[in-house]
């Protein structure tokens, strides 16, 4: 049996009678979508998506500036009127 990775759940029947009062009622929180009692998906307001797209691009530019504090060793000092 697969996880369900919310603490709501709906079936797709009941997800099609009234889709925003089921995200207003989730308070932000993620719903899973069941399907035969498995889930297939999960809806989650707007808000949360843009701060978990937020955070997923944080955490990429964090992995970047890791990579590259080792290419400071071989960095040109310059100064803007040089440029």
Partial sequence: MESVLANCSVSIS???KNP????????GEPIAILNHNKPTAYLIPAE???ALLEQIENYQLGVIVKERQYEKISAVEVTLDEL
């Fill in 14 to 16: 009941e997800l099609k």
């Fill in 20 to 27: 925003s009062a089921l995200i207003e009622q989730s308070g």
């Fill in 48 to 50: 949360t998506y843009e």
